[in-house]
């Protein structure tokens, strides 16, 4: 049985949950979107669902990043990043081009997730100078995109929640 995640915005306007077999937040990614939008330390960190399971209370407002070259980019301009339009809480985001998947910020998670064994640090070309990324042993860098999805990484590791 997939994990339930429970999650919620600061002010509590907006509550939803979600089925993940996948809730190990490992991934922290340093591009401008999310560094922008939901990382104030350097980096937002993503996990993912299922977007069958999705159940929401309340109504979110909907950010669709435009993508800049000379910038930095996360997913691509397709992306839906869900927010709580009363107390900018990031919640989640959704791609139509991957339809059967949610991928929720690990910050607005209330339910306790797994610590990751390491971490993978994504779209550091992205990040400005003063962020400095806390790489520990065991740990992997990537300039842009790792090639193991969220799904590979867990089943690699055994770590996938059946
Ligand atoms: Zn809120
Ligand atoms: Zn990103």
Redesign the pocket.
Known sequence: MPITLEGSCRCGAVRFALDSHTPHPYQR?Y?S??RKTAGGGGY?INIMGTAASLEVTGRTAVYRAGLRADDGA??TSSGRRHFCPACASALWMADPSWPDLVHPFASAIDTPLPVPPASTHL?LLYKPAWVVPQIAAGDAVFDEYPGESIEDWHRARGLWVD
């Open positions: 990614c591009c979107i999310c937002a996360c997913e779209m």
